[in-house]
């Protein structure tokens, strides 16, 4: 799998390209801190992503269709992560801490995430 650093000068563009390639895939968090990793037990669909200065909003609806919005504020990083088709596998965003929240996609190639 290719990992593709974003350019921070192009974040709020690829954002809006990757919602629109995206909306509607099944999604979850996992979370990497010092802590240690924490995973989300339900899955998502995802609908949009986006960032303000250092905040980035992730929105999706769980099946009931009832709407979550993360934020993940102190981004300084982000990557994507592209699966064997070249389709997108997940969404890393790093933080000012070295903390690493990504977001996992359902497989466009094996439909697991």
Not at 48 to 76: F, M, Y
Not at 82 to 101: A, K, V
Request: zero cysteines; glycine letters at 8%.
């Amino acid at each position: 799998m290719d990992k593709k650093i974003i350019a921070p000068d192009q974040w709020n563009e690829y954002l809006a390209d990757f919602s629109t390639r995206n909306q509607g895939r099944r999604a979850r968090f996992e979370a990497f801190s010092r802590d240690g990793v924490a995973e989300e037990d339900e899955e998502a669909v995802f609908q949009t992503v986006s960032i303000s200065g250092d905040k980035v909003t992730v929105e999706r609806a769980v099946a009931a269709g009832s709407p979550i919005s993360d934020e993940i504020t102190g981004v300084h990083g982000v990557a994507v992560q592209l699966d064997s088709d070249g389709s997108d596998n997940t969404m890393e965003f790093m933080d000012i801490n070295g903390d690493l929240t990504v977001l996992h996609f359902e497989s466009m190639v094996d439909g697991e995430s």
